[in-house]
Nanobody, 124 residues
C-alpha cells in the first residue's frame, strides 16, 4: 500500500517556475514507477511525465518536453516535477500516481495509487 501527497502548487506568472513534490509513505515506494498527470476543468486527465523505479528512465508528454523535469529521491520517498517556462495552458490540477510498472505509463488506468492533487495556475 502506498499513500501519496502532492505539494508545491500555486499561482505563477507565465514564464515562471514551480517545483511540485510527491511524498509517499510505504516501505516499497522505491519499487514503483511514478507518474504525474494533470486535469484542467472540463478536460480529461492527461499524462505529463513518468519516472522508473530507479530514476534511470524518464518519459514526458510532448507538450512539456524540454520545460519539465521529473526526478526522484528514493531515500526521501519523494518524486519531484520541476516546471519551467510555464504557460497559461499548463494551468490544471496536478496529480502524482504510482504503479509497479507498465509500458502503458501514459494511461491513467495503469496506476494503482493516486494523490489528492495540487492546483497550478499560470497567469498570462
Amino acid at each position: 500500500q502506498v499513500q501519496l501527497v502532492e505539494f508545491g502548487g500555486g499561482l505563477v506568472q507565465a514564464g515562471g517556475s514551480l517545483r511540485l513534490s510527491c511524498a509517499a509513505s510505504g516501505r516499497t515506494f522505491s519499487s514503483y514507477m511514478v507518474g504525474w498527470f494533470r486535469q484542467a476543468p472540463g478536460k480529461e486527465r492527461a499524462f505529463v511525465a513518468a519516472i522508473s523505479w530507479s530514476g534511470g528512465n524518464t518519459y514526458y508528454a510532448d507538450s512539456v518536453k524540454g520545460r519539465f523535469t521529473i526526478s526522484r529521491d528514493n531515500a526521501k520517498n519523494t518524486v519531484y516535477l520541476q516546471m519551467n517556462s510555464l504557460k497559461p495552458e499548463d494551468t490544471a490540477a496536478y496529480y502524482c500516481a504510482a504503479t509497479y510498472g507498465s509500458p502503458l505509463y501514459t494511461r491513467a488506468e495503469t496506476y494503482n495509487y493516486w494523490g489528492q492533487g495540487t492546483q497550478v495556475t499560470v497567469s498570462s
